[in-house]
């Protein structure tokens, strides 16, 4: 039975222009969705291109080999969150709120441990952080009754492994 659920892969590439096409025409062709897609520059001036998204392990195994394939790809790691740190940061705007709604969204930012970046005219601006489920639960929890925009930045990640 094929298992489908989140994967994270951690690509180390040239950084040079088309490389992202190349790599998201890899996903279009087998028709998968990618979920969160972060790119940053390494010190050595390499692209360092994190994605996640939901497979089974077969269909994991078969695009990491055809990233591998392309001529700007270094390398291709399959992230494991248990061993790894990963991060997201969230910035949320509400709707205009009611005087009594809003005790209940300080509360649900508070809870998640949150800061109020500006309030004005009875709307705020949120920013959250923590794993994408943990970012997912806080958005659900407000709705769309609460929030206006969301923009969220992506997995960051870091293995725990210290070589």
Known sequence: MKVVRTRIFSIL???EPGVMMRITRVFMRR????????????????ARIILMFRSDDFMAEFLRKALLRLVQII???????????????????????GEQEIPEVLHQIDKIGGRVLEFRDNSLVAEVYG???RIQKFIDA?????IKEAARSGQVIVSRKME
Do not use: F
């Open 131 to 133: 794993d994408h489920e």
């Open 31 to 46: 028709q998968i969705n990618l979920d969160s897609i972060t790119v940053g520059i390494e010190p050595t001036g390499l």
């Open 13 to 15: 590439c040239e950084n």
């Open 142 to 146: 407000l709705g769309p009754k609460y």
């Open 75 to 97: 390398d291709v790691e399959t992230i494991d969150p248990e061993t790894s740190i990963v991060r997201e940061v969230a910035l949320i705007k509400t709707h205009r709120l």
